[in-house]
């Protein structure tokens, strides 16, 4: 939403995807932007794929794509009845990303210009107890935009990461400990949008979770485990 509002006030035409409708509607109602709207889940390969065909038979090839669905949840490899939560958030904040660029992408070639804008997390950077599919998920995400971004080297098509920490949304708004650097939604959404304008092939945001992930990326493995090992972590079961 955040998002959809900072590029509505530079005067662009947005394509906007979620799954439920009413909320879809309202969103679009209150932005100063022509919008169309495409109420769907970003798993559904197919749905996606004539989205993406009718939004530029609508409105063009689009000059930005960005990939910001993400689910997350408590889980826990040894519970069976977690390993619907492990694909579920795998075939959303994986393959709903792969599935948003991909009908976008001949045609961009085409063009030989566009940004596709992957939002990750730091999250993905080392692996957390309780969040083995959040953070495995968001992993496989940034590997994948790395892959992408070498594979369209001379395209003419940027590819863009962004990991942020904490942001202040109701996916966060339940965790039971601290979240250091926390962003009020709308200093995310500016933050993004500036790194997207600079064309940042990677970036973590806020700065100072930038210097946490680095710090953290480089951490040998015996004292990242003694320092995480009890860190808290998200109760089973809540998003």
């Not at 959809?4 to 932005?31: I, S």
Request: charged residues 15%; glycine residues 10%.
């Amino acid at each position: 939403m955040a998002l959809a509002q900072q590029y509505a006030q530079r005067g662009a035409t947005l394509g906007l995807v979620a799954r439920r409708g009413e909320a879809l509607q309202a969103l679009a109602a209150a932005l100063p932007a022509t919008c169309h709207l495409y109420p769907l889940d970003v798993t559904d390969a197919v749905a996606m794929a004539a989205a993406g065909q009718n939004f530029i038979q609508r409105a063009g090839i689009p000059d930005i794509v960005i990939a910001n669905a993400g689910i997350s949840v408590g889980t826990l490899t040894e519970a069976a009845e977690d390993l619907p939560a492990f694909r579920r958030v795998f075939e959303t904040n994986v393959l709903g990303m792969v599935h948003t660029f991909q009908p976008f992408l001949a045609a961009m070639r085409q063009a030989g210009a566009g940004r596709l804008v992957g939002i990750t997390s730091v999250a993905g950077i080392r692996g957390l107890p309780g969040a083995g599919a959040y953070c495995a998920s968001k992993a496989a995400a940034i590997a994948y935009l790395e892959s992408l971004r070498v594979e369209l080297h001379g395209s003419g098509i940027q590819v863009i990461t962004l990991a942020p920490g904490y942001i202040a949304t109701p996916m966060t708004e339940k965790n039971p400990y601290p979240m250091p650097f926390l962003m009020p939604v709308a200093d995310a959404a500016r933050s993004m949008v500036h790194h997207i304008d600079r064309g940042s092939r990677f970036a973590v945001m806020p700065w100072p979770m930038g210097v946490v992930a680095t710090l953290l990326k480089y951490l040998p493995r015996p004292l990242f485990d003694a320092a995480f090992a009890r860190a808290g972590r998200k109760p089973r079961g809540l998003p």
